[in-house]
């Protein structure tokens, strides 16, 4: 919820009518992206989403303050080690893995029984196209998201006869914090492939979203929505 596209989502999801907490591994920037959202209400939480006990901590505070859960973004993550394969740190490589991946299944496992008790969920994850068409250099990052994109339609029918909804995002190249994790060439090398010669917003991967934590999202689950500026072509 701190991050650059997490903070955004919060914004227009509050401007929708939610009541929003923001989860962070970062504390304070959690409650600071907290308090500079509109609305009184929201919540900042310390979290690690690669934690078990952790999520589960975060979640009991977050149904402690609102009663009820609607919407779950998974937006926590990273881009890893940017390494050929054979130079890949195999601890870096799991890191990786745990924060991307492992946190989409621990998140969405703990916000089934209460969208269930609610009678409406929407669960929206952040995949890439790197888990469409696998970066190179960044293969932990590009295998993590292309297990978002698989878990997503495993759940997504799995849960089809319920109110609850899961489908994901899988944006190129957004302007927000993240990009300084990478390389200039990788960078460069992203840019190139967009159509429309421009990174994406924070707003536009919100606005993509926001529909997708909607009831007007209602005949979609399993699905991989792209926010590519016409780069992806299936
Ligand atoms: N920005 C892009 O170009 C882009 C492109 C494709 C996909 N994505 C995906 O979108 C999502 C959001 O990216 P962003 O650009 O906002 O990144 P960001 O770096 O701005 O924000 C990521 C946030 O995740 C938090 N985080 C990291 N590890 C955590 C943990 N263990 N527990 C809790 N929080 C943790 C960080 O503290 C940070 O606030 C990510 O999953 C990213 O992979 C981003």
Excluded at 52 to 64: D, K
Aim: neutral net charge; contains cysteine.
């Amino acid at each position: 919820g701190a991050g650059g596209i997490g903070r955004a989502i919060a914004a227009r999801l509050q401007h929708d009518g939610h009541r929003v907490a923001l989860w962070d591994l970062d504390g304070d920037a959690a409650n600071e992206a907290a308090r500079a959202l509109p609305e009184s209400s929201a919540l900042g939480v310390r979290v690690d989403v690669t934690d078990e006990a952790s999520v589960a901590a975060a979640m009991h505070a977050t149904l402690a303050r609102f009663g009820t859960l609607h919407v779950l973004v998974n937006s926590a993550g990273a881009t890893g080690p940017v390494a050929n394969v054979t130079d890949c740190d195999l601890a870096a490589w799991q890191r990786c893995i745990d924060v991307n991946l492992r946190s989409v299944f621990l998140c969405s496992r703990a916000a089934v029984q209460p969208m269930r008790e609610a009678g409406f969920g929407r669960i929206v994850n952040l995949a890439s196209i790197a888990g469409k068409e696998g970066n190179p250099q960044m293969s932990a990052y590009s295998a993590a998201k292309a297990g978002v994109i698989a878990f997503t339609k495993s759940m997504g029918k799995e849960l089809a006869l319920t109110p609850i909804r899961v489908n994901c995002v899988a944006p190129a190249l957004i302007e927000t914090p993240l990009l300084a994790q990478l390389t200039p060439e990788a960078l460069g090398a992203s840019l190139a492939k967009i159509p429309m010669q421009r990174a994406g917003t924070a707003q536009e991967a919100a606005n993509l979203v926001a529909w997708l934590a909607s009831d007007q999202c209602s005949f979609s689950s399993g699905a991989t929505f792209d926010l590519s500026g016409g780069r992806a072509t299936y």
